[in-house]
């Protein structure tokens, strides 16, 4: 009658998804098997990839930083029961708002003043461009899924086009904008260890991680300590017995959208600011989406996000090596090993669960003292 | 008799889920051709036994014959060539389906339709002849009242060769005259050798159509004997395991002339399809009295108690509560609603009174989540809303007494209960209650007749919709009856009878409200 419910919490939150983990790559060892390569070999390379040096270690902390932006704002969204797939989009604008801030004040302020700046530019590009699908959704009934694709590609497009007419360098021929002065530099991770006498090599991971953290910490608050949180989740889950509470579906739409459109929004101090220190196209490459499957992972809790994103981050670090290291390993099987872990993870998590509970109850009724009947 | 095997014997069965036995050693023996009544609380075992019998879960222990032959079943394809058949509470239909196409899911026999449909049709007719069941096969099932999709249900079993029909609360959804229609042709498909299991909880159904019962509590069988054996008092204390008393309590004092908490004039709402749901609705709710909405479902009382609640903005009228006057212009919000102490127990609990997915602590606010004991500047006060949700489970006798597991978790009983001690925990001047028993079981039905008649008694004001009819007569001091979004007629309770009530409510033959 009961399953997953039935399941303690540890079983549920622990052991399922590493049973999930392991039969993902069981099968993708299967597959490596048939291309005629050494499962093990591919293993210990993709983990000395990601985790096996300070920089591999700095790379994918790097990856998974972007990942877990997204994959917050994933999960905000689905808990006021929205499913943004504008990630993709919102993270572009926040880019684009990281950038304008930075071309038009890192000449002249300094660091202090403008990074403040171009986060929370960063966050209002975001906010905006969720804004719109949002008020579609609340005031007019359109789909929200539909409509943050279609802004996905309107957000594409204006990228390409302030690029290409408004924002590039006249004389340089790569479709990109000019290099950011002095003002916009994130600091990176390696500078900042510097400064306490401790040496790390140079990475692209930079102080966007600690925003990361705190985000995840925030998010966490907001959903399960404080009434909007509170509201959310009611409309989330159950929009009729939000309204009979007296809590306004419109409000908490718009709110939920919001904030989750300035998560992804975050993407561009990353991205833009921490590693490019300039605009260009398709600095995002697919982590939007990526969100979708780390949320999905992480079981829209920010802590599991957090292991989600660090799993994606390996996968993306350790899968750039392992394309180096072994020959005939190629790009492509690194997209088909992350594609397996999606699926076991994201959207077959509970195909393992009514086995794991059987063989729980069965050690459980083993272990407990019989009942005496009478 | 002792000649004629019976038609199901069960014996020993026994079933546990995790730690909690559901079935704990039950015999049940069912004569052929006769309906023999299944009752029980919710939780007693009466589902599960009957999902063992139709191969929807399998038996730890324990033996089945079926017409005097021991029969193993493991899959409900299992049961239905044994020629058992189901018909769940929750129909299993397509809606957008043809009855027709229903009837023939999973019964075709071959791929080629337009042959099967015709067969299938002339073999339905015959059925439907026989049996009285008449259903429009051509017609969508999204189109077809609730009465006849039952009656498509009973006809797909029937189809399919069942001989022995399991009915899982066939009348939960059922009007009064669909009930007696139900019943009618129960009676015809046993005077034809079908053999009938009724689950319910409503005993006046078991007096008025069964040849045995077997009562259930706490997965094993108190009681079994023959229905003119046994009387409704008998079965109630069989079931709860203690004296219950469900009729009409001592009559408190009315106070005609206290002063009104409420009134609505002239409410008038269409719906979004242009139907008039409330026509002309005026009331007045005073402190003192419990005011029962009778009236078949679906004739405005849900509109009615919305618009009170301030759910429903209607299209004229006007509302007088606590020294304010609401226009449709400026109606009540269901947060002002509140702040004037009126509280408000949805029909739907499950849809509108929690948040399902919620631990119990959470939904145990719902509605009260900005007052300052639960939301300080922004911060929920998890402590506070724990200790109270404790309490007030402990005073409405929640169970299980966890405020940690999730809502949908709770019987529907339970649930029940939950909501009515948040809405009444606050003292309200004024309670608005839906369906306060639907789907509850007798213990707990007791139980919340208690409440409210102590809600009365305090000084409030109650208005009550419910479509049983036993309840308005049991509870109310005042009944107005509703028909077509009209009220149709207001009686002191003296002067209620079912007959009365029955003309009010709009049907052309009032015994047909009276179930028994």
Redesign the interface.
């Known amino acids: 009658?009961?399953s997953g419910?039935?399941l303690p919490r540890w079983l549920d939150l622990v052991v399922l998804p590493l049973v999930n983990l392991a039969l993902a790559l069981l099968v993708c060892g299967i597959v490596v098997l048939v291309v005629g390569l050494d499962p093990w070999q591919v293993l210990a390379s993709l983990a000395k990839g990601a985790f096996g040096s300070r920089i591999g270690i700095s790379y994918t902390l790097y990856y998974a930083t972007t990942f877990v932006f997204t994959g917050l704002a994933v999960a905000v969204a689905f808990h006021g029961g929205l499913f943004n797939i504008g990630g993709e989009g919102q993270a572009m604008l926040g880019g684009i708002g990281t950038a304008l801030v930075a071309l038009a004040l890192a000449d002249r302020w300094p660091v202090w003043a403008v990074l403040p700046l171009m986060t929370i530019a960063a966050a209002a590009f975001g906010m905006a461009w969720a804004a719109i699908p949002a008020a579609l959704q609340a005031w007019r009934g359109s789909h929200v899924v539909i409509t943050t694709i279609m802004f996905n590609f309107i957000a594409s497009a204006l990228l390409s086009w302030l690029l290409i007419h408004v924002l590039k360098e006249p004389g340089n021929m790569t479709v990109e904008s000019r290099s950011f002065g002095p003002g916009a530099h994130v600091p990176g991770v390696h500078e900042l260890l510097a400064v306490l006498g401790i040496e790390w090599p140079r990475s692209p991971l930079n102080l966007s991680v600690a925003l990361a953290a705190l985000s995840a910490v925030l998010v966490y608050l907001l959903v399960w300590?404080?009434?909007?949180?509170?509201?959310l989740?009611?409309v989330g889950?159950?929009p009729?017995?939000?309204?009979?509470?007296?809590i306004r579906p419109r409000a908490q739409v718009m709110f939920s959208m919001l904030l989750s459109g300035a998560l992804a929004g975050f993407v561009g101090i990353n991205e833009v600011a921490g590693v490019q220190g300039r605009l260009l196209l398709d600095y995002v490459v697919g982590a939007g989406f990526a969100g979708i499957a780390v949320s999905l992972i992480g079981r829209n809790h920010p802590m599991g996000i957090v292991l989600a994103a660090l799993l994606f981050g390996a996968l993306y670090q350790g899968g750039a090596e392992l394309a180096f290291e072994i020959p005939g390993f190629s790009r492509d099987m690194v997209f088909t090993l992350q594609g397996l872990i999606v699926l076991f993870s994201g959207a077959m998590a509970q195909v393992a669960a009514p086995t794991l509970a059987r063989a729980w109850?069965a050690i459980?009724r083993r272990m407990a003292p019989r009942p005496v009947h009478g | 008799m002792a000649s004629v095997a019976p038609a199901v014997a069960l014996r020993g069965i026994r079933k546990r889920?995790?730690a909690v036995v559901?079935n704990d050693g039950v015999d049940l023996m069912v004569a052929a051709g006769s309906v023999h009544g299944i009752v029980g609380e919710n939780g007693a075992g009466k589902s599960?036994l009957m999902s063992i019998l139709y191969g929807l879960?399998r038996a730890d222990g324990g033996s089945i014959a079926v017409h005097g032959t021991p029969a193993l079943i493991r899959h409900s394809r299992d049961a239905m060539r044994l020629g058992i058949g189901m018909v769940h509470q929750h129909f299993m239909l397509v809606d957008t389906f043809s009855a027709l196409d229903n009837v023939l899911l999973g019964a075709e026999p071959g791929w080629h339709l337009p042959g099967t449909r015709a067969r299938a049709r002339a073999k339905l007719q015959a059925l439907m002849h026989d049996s009285g069941l008449q259903v429009r096969l051509d017609a969508a099932v999204e189109e077809l009242p609730v009465g006849e999709r039952q009656r498509l249900e009973i006809l797909k079993a029937l189809y399919r060769g069942a001989r022995i029909l399991i009915l899982d609360e066939p009348t939960a959804v059922l009007t009064p005259q669909e009930t007696e229609a139900l019943f009618a042709t129960l009676r015809r498909l046993r005077t034809r050798g079908t053999t009938i299991l009724l689950i319910t909880h409503k005993l006046r159904e078991i007096i008025a159509l069964t040849d045995a019962v077997t009562v259930m509590r706490a997965g094993r069988v108190v009681l079994d004997c023959a229905t003119a054996d046994t009387t409704m008092d008998a079965l109630a204390q069989a079931m709860v395991g203690r004296r219950v008393h469900l009729g009409r309590a001592d009559d408190g004092v009315i106070a005609a002339d206290a002063e009104p908490l409420l009134q609505a004039e002239q409410l008038r709402w269409r719906d979004a399809s242009g139907v008039t749901r409330l026509d002309d609705v005026s009331l007045s709710l005073r402190a003192g009295e419990i005011v029962g909405v009778a009236g078949v479902a679906g004739n405005g009382q849900s509109e009615l108690l919305d618009a009170l609640?301030?759910?429903l903005v209607p299209d004229h009228g006007e509302l007088r509560l606590a020294g304010r006057r609401f226009t449709p212009a400026a109606w009540l919000?269901?947060?002002t609603?509140?702040e004037l102490s009126v509280a408000?127990v949805?029909e739907?609990r499950q849809?509108?009174?929690?948040?399902?997915?919620?631990v119990a602590w959470?939904s145990a606010v719902?509605?009260y989540?900005?007052r300052p004991r639960y939301?300080q500047h922004?911060?929920?006060q998890?402590r506070a809303m724990f200790d109270d949700t404790v309490a007030m489970m402990e005073r409405f006798d929640v169970r299980p007494r966890n405020a940690r597991i999730?809502c949908a978790?709770f019987s529907g009983g339970n649930q029940q209960k939950l909501v009515l001690a948040r809405e009444v925990s606050p003292h309200p001047r004024v309670l608005l209650v839906g369906q306060p028993t639907r789907g509850v079981d007798i213990g707990a039905i007791e139980f919340i007749h208690g409440r409210l008649r102590a809600m009365r008694d305090d000084g409030s004001a109650v208005l009550m919709v419910s479509s049983e009819l036993d309840e308005i007569l049991a509870l109310a001091d005042r009944v107005l009856v509703m028909n077509r979004g009209r009220v149709s007629g207001e009686l002191p309770i003296t002067a209620c009878t079912e007959a009365a009530l029955g003309r009010l409510m709009g049907d052309a033959d009032p015994a047909a409200v009276v179930c028994a």
């Open positions: 009658m009961t419910d039935a300590r404080t009434r909007p949180g509170y509201t989740r009611a889950f159950a009729e017995a939000a309204r009979y509470a007296g109850f459980e | 889920f995790g559901a599960t879960q609640a301030g759910l919000d269901p947060t609603a509140r408000h949805p739907d849809l509108r009174g929690l948040v399902l997915p919620f959470e719902l509605g989540h900005t939301d922004g911060w929920m998890h999730r978790q």
